[in-house]
């Protein structure tokens, strides 16, 4: 019999037993309608509230900044899009367009927010670049801060290649930029305050994510990264900030996401969260390095592999190569065949394989990056997976290139 082996962590995780039966009761007994005030409603908030202070203990937040919406993408949407209405309505006058400093490294839901908001005209933004394992420059950043700039946004670990940013020293020279603008403010109108959001949505389980370590303002996440089910997220905003609410309608989530609140999902999600930071939590991500490395070690002896990312620098739970001489496609599908679910870091837009953004950005050529696989783990990963994987990888990895046309 086939061995099945999940090693898509990065794109979903299994929704772990716990989550599921904290849950289990909210869709047929905890069933009310949060915002009505009878003794149903209240028994609905009370796991809403529960959660709501799961979250933001992990964050070092108070749970009146934190905010649940369906996903990351959602997060990301009405962090951008909320703050970009804000700042347009605010200060320094509606005439003069917001800019925004991101990274060409980014998840789509921020790239694709950002091109919407300069196609929109109400937006000006900056994609800066990164080096070759995928790292943003401070200084970089620094440079590229122009007078009407409101946001800095930069992911905390790349999706794709596991790389991590440097968050924490990006949150300081924002705070200094924000201190010398808080010093020219008086007595006359001064420049708008810099806010700092990170997509932490492939950070939350692995790393040190206090907003003040970090020094962010806003924070994206969602929860099947981290054990909880698909269709919910949580975005967290710090207090103070102006932001306008990107779905109108009722008042649920203190009035900026209007909606009737999915209990189930967020008890699921405050769960999910609180599991990921009790106990030993670094000894678990100790564990899945080690898993990590012991797959890289092996994977580097098939001759024309490399691992693309930081050496060092990057998330335990993602190990992300290119093969030569291979579409990282053919590898899905042969590795499938061996019951190995893996990810390729292409994307198929109009029947045309297009190189990853990440990679290309990383000035990884086109037809090395076509050959892109990402190796992503979990808390369920075992050592006998990574050993069957190293097993059967050279042996597809030969059958692939014998039957790649020579060049
Ligand atoms: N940001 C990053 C870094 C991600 O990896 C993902 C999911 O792949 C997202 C955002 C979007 O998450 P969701 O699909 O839950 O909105």
Known sequence: ???????????????????????????????GNASEPHSWGDEAKKGINQAREQVADVLGAKPSE???TS??????????KGLIEAARGEGRGASEKPHIITTQIEHKAVLETCKHLEKLGLAEVTYLPVDQYGLVS?????????ENTVLVSVMYVNNEVGTIEPIVEIGKMIKEVNITRLASRLPCKGLPLLKFHTDATQAIQYMDCNVDTLGVDMLSMTGHKLHAPKGIGALYIRKGMSMVRQQD???QELGL?????????IVGLGKAIELARSG????????????RDKLIAGILKITGTKLTGHSEKRAPHIASFVFEGIEGEAMLLYLSEEGIAVSSGSACTSGSLEPSHVLTAMGIPP??????VRFSLSKYTTEDEIEYTLKVLPGVVKRIRKMAPKL
């Open 71 to 80: 996903c990351a993408t959602e997060s990301i949407n009405l962090a951008h």
């Open 66 to 68: 934190i905010f649940f």
């Open 257 to 265: 996401r209007a909606g009737t609140e999915n209990v189930p999902y």
């Open 367 to 372: 037809e090395i990056a076509h050959g892109s």
């Open 280 to 291: 030993k939590w670094e000894d678990r991500s100790e564990k899945i390095e080690r898993l």
């Open 249 to 251: 309608g009722g008042a």
């Open 138 to 146: 401070i200084g970089d950043v620094e440079k590229a801060i122009k």
């Open 1 to 31: 019999m086939i061995k099945r082996v999940y090693f898509d962590n990065a794109a979903t995780t299994q929704v772990s037993p716990e989550v599921l039966s904290e849950m289990t009761p909210y869709f047929s007994q905890i069933y």
